[in-house]
């Protein structure tokens, strides 16, 4: 039995209802992504190293 992905919103969600954002879901060796306005059309998913290191970079960039 597989177990559906727990989808997380962005602590930095925009609008009132929260859902201006995209939305990641930890499948243990991969990261999906999704928007979160349109859940139902589909997620794309990366390895996660390079899904961190992505993340690891914006951070890394911001001033």
Known sequence: MTQ???????TFSGGAEGNA?????DLRTRIA???S????RGALSFPTL???????SLKA???
């Open 4 to 10: 559906a992905p727990n989808w997380q919103k962005s």
């Open 21 to 25: 954002c995209v939305e990641i879901a």
């Open 50 to 56: 390079a899904f961190t290191t992505f993340i690891s």
């Open 33 to 35: 992504i999704r928007d």
């Open 37 to 40: 306005k349109e859940p139902a």
């Open 61 to 63: 960039d911001v001033r």
